[in-house]
């Protein structure tokens, strides 16, 4: 795992503030600390564990990350099929092992819940509730 990844990394966004680096160990954390590690658009590496990870999560820019940050579960497909992150090493073992962390997770509490509360609000059933379902989710 080496320096050629540093180069594809790179993007316009090169800083990764503090908060940020926090956010992604919260989530870590939240998650049971699976052994995964997350390498930032500026190259910066984040890990719950100083184990061997299975794999590692490349984030390409700081849109990616917030949106896997809000609902990882709608948005890491998405954000993988289009290239803006990837994943070093085997992906089927990476999604095991954070859905197994998941499902020992609470899904409504800690920071996996308020996220979900704050960001994931349920659309009122009304004309314009339903266009910003449909533009939501399509």
Known sequence: MGGALETKVLTTYSNVYEIEKWLLRKMLGQLGKPLIRAVLWSGEEVSSSDADPTARIIIRDRKAFFKLLINPDLNF???????????????VEFLETVYRALSKTPQDGGFYGYMQKTFNRPRPNSMAGSLDNIHHHY
């Open 77 to 91: 497909g998405d954000a993988y099929s289009a290239g803006d992150i990837d994943v070093e090493g085997n992906l």
